[in-house]
């Protein structure tokens, strides 16, 4: 076969014309990418999200407390653990009777603790020393007339109570306190978001969300620890019942216009 020189000189050409449009295929498939993928700002317009406001409030409203919760008890020591029981069981029973006689309701009565314990004298380089044997009864009674309260406690003493743990107040119903308090804390919270809307120029929305915590929790008893109760006096021992506070609290998210 003849070769022409100018086919010589185009077959010498077409590796240059190849390599010449493999790199312009190169180069060119990126921008052909970057011309269909998203741009930054139209990523963060499709994630923004409503502006909202973020509030917490509480209402608090004073109640009288309308009964008490008294815990007491009795301790016996004895050489034996038998005579221990026996003791504390015949000084509990007459612990009962003046409940009774004090008008306090069997179902107001309620066994809250019962323990028998060794107890050893202990002296330096002495192995310890069992000296006897102490029984606890504790009770704890519910009364629903506050005007008895002291004469209950003078009666369980001079019938063989030793111990008085702790006395509370608190509401039987407590639903109406709290019913006051969530209107007293709603109030707050609209009145809390109008002030922040209009402090920041915006026009304020429709509540998105609302959570309520706190709530009417029983008064705490107050502790008289290791106290030991003598005989009572002739007089009634004064008790204060004061007052409670119920108290709730919310959380709330508002929308803000833009």
């Keep these: ?51 909202a406001l973020n509030l917490s409030a509480y209402g608090e409203v004073k109640a009288a407390p309308d009964m008490a919760t008294i815990t007491f008890g009795v301790q016996t020591e004895a050489p034996t653990a038998q005579a221990a029981m026996a003791d504390n069981a015949r000084r509990m029973q007459e612990v009962f009777a003046a409940l009774s006689r004090a008008g306090i309701a069997d179902r107001d009565i309620q066994t809250s603790g019962l323990n028998l314990s060794a107890q050893y004298d202990y002296q330096q380089d002495q192995p310890p020393r069992l000296r006897g044997y102490q029984a606890s009864n504790q009770v704890t009674v519910q009364i629903m007339d ?39 804390a709603v109030r707050a919270l609209q009145d809390k978001a109008r002030l922040y809307a209009q402090a920041l120029g915006v026009e304020l929305g429709g509540i998105r969300s609302l959570n309520e915590g706190g709530g009417y929790q029983p008064q705490p008893p107050v502790l008289y620890s290791g106290a030991r109760m003598a005989m009572a006096d002739s007089a009634q021992t004064p008790v204060a019942a004061g007052e409670l506070t119920v108290r709730i609290d919310i959380t709330g998210t508002y929308d803000l216009a833009r």
């Excluded at 185009?10 to 990418?33: K, V, Y």
């Excluded at 003493?157 to 111990?163: D, E, L, T």
């Design 1 to 51: 076969m003849n070769r022409t020189p100018q086919t010589l000189m185009s077959r010498a050409l077409m590796p240059r014309a190849l390599m010449i449009g493999a790199a312009l295929a190169a180069f060119g498939a990126p921008a052909a990418f970057a011309q269909s993928a998203p741009t930054g700002p139209m990523q963060v317009h499709a994630m923004a999200q409503q502006p």
């Design 146 to 184: 506050l005007t008895k309260v002291g004469a209950t406690a003078d009666a369980v003493v001079s019938a063989g109570v030793n111990q008085i743990n702790g006395i509370s107040f608190g509401l039987r119903d407590p639903k109406a306190a709290e019913d006051q308090a969530r209107q007293l």
